[in-house]
């Protein structure tokens, strides 16, 4: 079917008859938003994945009593009493390293000589560090066969009882939690080979524009470079997505309708969602799906639009490079982050300080403002226009202005959002 005839909510060359308010879209969202179905993968590997299911350990961790200095293992009571000025004398009756444990019953006046980590013997109940002892005088430490005792020590000290990091049947992770490097070091202690993981939701981005070179290229003429693209994937892999972009697709409803039908979980279409002659993405998706969005009360990104096609969010982004950003941000990155697993909300640093300047908006729209923090103040940006993607790299980030806000005012304080994660 033909994008081209007239169709009751085409709004190209007419403009919106009415915009939706962000909390209406966010409303939306949230309605048909909810985690991917797991996938198990190997443990080794995880770090920066999200558990699908909480791990209970199986094993005790330690599974043994092991020596935590090194030292000699000994009976507590054998080293009552003893000083500098009063040694007492114990029989070393063999070793103990990691994996090589010593075979022998430590009975009252003996010792294991024992290193960090080993298992502790039979009888014994106490490390003693080395530190407390002094070797048997005129032999080498290997070949001694007793060793003086100059401190004291009581039972169960520098000794790693089972299960004293972790015992059995513990809930060590639970379900929703991103992996950690610590947390994947965590599960292989505890013997987990593989773990089940939110899989990542694979992003379709369609970049469309007859005007647009893709990135590498030189701007020349009346050609502009794609930067969108470039942006919009570096933004899917911050918040867990896997970015599909075979490249850019011309402003034609058939090449936009054809790059619709990949396979993948979320499509993002920049370019082509305003009002213009060419604007063809709506149409498109009215026809192939539901346009169930389009025109939001917000500056910049207010083209913005989002729709379903066989049950997939399609987000129709627009071709201005900030627009784009704000709308992404908004809303895409939000939608990516929850099927994801992730939390709904922005990965950004907040932090807060006062306005420098008034900043001014209108009642019934939310704006985002970019800014920067001059000696702890918050100035913001002289710009006009949603082109100059310029702006947010000299902003340090953005403050966001209620609908119900007709600005703020100088020396306010605000919540301004860090671009730097």
């Known amino acids: 079917m033909s994008s081209e005839g007239s169709r009751?909510?085409?709004?190209?060359?007419?403009?919106?008859?009415?915009?939706?308010?962000?909390?209406?879209?966010?409303?939306w969202l949230h309605e048909r938003l909810q985690p991917l179905a797991h996938e198990t993968i190997?443990?080794?590997?995880?770090?920066?994945?999200?558990?699908?299911?909480?791990?209970?350990?199986?094993?005790?961790?330690?599974?043994?009593?092991?020596?935590?200095?090194?030292?000699?293992?000994?009976?507590?009571?054998?080293?009552?009493?003893?000083?500098?000025?009063?040694?007492l004398a114990l029989d070393i009756v063999g070793q103990s390293f990691p994996a090589q444990p010593c075979l022998a019953?430590?009975?009252?006046?003996?010792?294991?000589?024992?290193?960090?980590?080993?298992p502790m013997p039979e009888g014994a109940d106490a490390v003693l560090p080395v530190e407390s002892t002094q070797p048997e005088q005129m032999r080498a430490r290997a070949?001694?066969?007793?060793?003086?005792?100059?401190?004291?020590?009581?039972?169960?000290?520098?000794?790693?009882?089972?299960?004293?990091?972790?015992?059995?049947?513990?809930?060590?992770?639970?379900?929703?939690r991103g992996l950690r490097p610590q947390d994947v070091g965590l599960l292989t202690s505890i013997g987990?080979?593989?773990?089940?993981?939110?899989?990542?939701?694979?992003?379709?981005?369609?970049?469309?524009?007859?005007?647009?070179?893709?990135?590498?290229?030189?701007?020349?003429?009346?050609?502009i470079v794609d930067s969108n693209s470039p942006m919009l994937g570096g933004l899917i892999e911050r918040d867990g997505g896997i970015t599909l972009n075979p490249g850019i697709v011309p402003d034609e409803p058939d090449a936009i309708r054809r790059?619709?039908?990949?396979?993948?979980?979320?499509?993002?279409?920049s370019g082509g969602s305003s009002v213009g002659e060419r604007d063809h993405a709506p149409n498109v998706l009215a026809e192939e799906g539901e346009l169930a969005i389009h025109g939001i009360a917000m500056r910049p990104a207010s083209p913005t639009g989002m729709g379903l096609l066989d049950n997939r969010l399609v987000f129709l982004l627009p071709g201005n490079p900030v627009s784009c950003l704000c709308a992404y941000d908004f809303f895409a990155g939000c939608a990516i982050r929850v099927l994801g697993g992730r939390r709904w909300e922005w990965p950004y640093q907040k932090v807060r300080y006062p306005l420098n300047n008034k900043l001014v908006s209108v009642v019934g729209r939310v704006d985002y403002a970019r800014v920067k923090l001059v000696d702890n103040r918050v100035q913001?940006?002289?710009?006009?226009?949603a082109s100059m993607l310029s702006s947010t790299t000299r902003a340090d980030g953005f403050v966001v202005i209620s609908e119900n806000s007709e600005g703020i005012a100088e020396g306010t304080d605000v919540d301004v959002h860090l671009y730097d994660l």
């Open 105 to 118: 019953t430590v009975a009252r006046g003996q010792a294991v000589c024992i290193m960090t980590g080993a």
């Open 42 to 87: 190997p443990t080794v590997g995880a770090t920066g994945r999200v558990l699908a299911r909480s791990v209970t350990s199986e094993v005790d961790v330690p599974a043994f009593r092991r020596a935590m200095m090194d030292g000699f293992a000994v009976i507590a009571a054998d080293t009552q009493g003893a000083s500098a000025y009063n040694r």
């Open 259 to 269: 790059a619709m039908r990949d396979d993948v979980d979320v499509l993002l279409i």
């Open 380 to 385: 913001p940006l002289a710009i006009s226009g």
């Open 8 to 27: 009751p909510d085409d709004v190209r060359m007419r403009g919106f008859a009415r915009r939706q308010s962000v909390a209406q879209v966010f409303r």
């Open 143 to 176: 070949e001694q066969t007793r060793v003086w005792v100059i401190g004291e020590t009581t039972p169960n000290k520098h000794v790693g009882l089972p299960g004293e990091d972790i015992a059995v049947g513990t809930l060590v992770l639970q379900a929703g």
């Open 192 to 223: 987990v080979a593989e773990v089940a993981v939110v899989r990542k939701p694979r992003v379709r981005i369609i970049v469309t524009g007859n005007e647009l070179l893709p990135p590498g290229s030189r701007p020349h003429g009346a050609r």
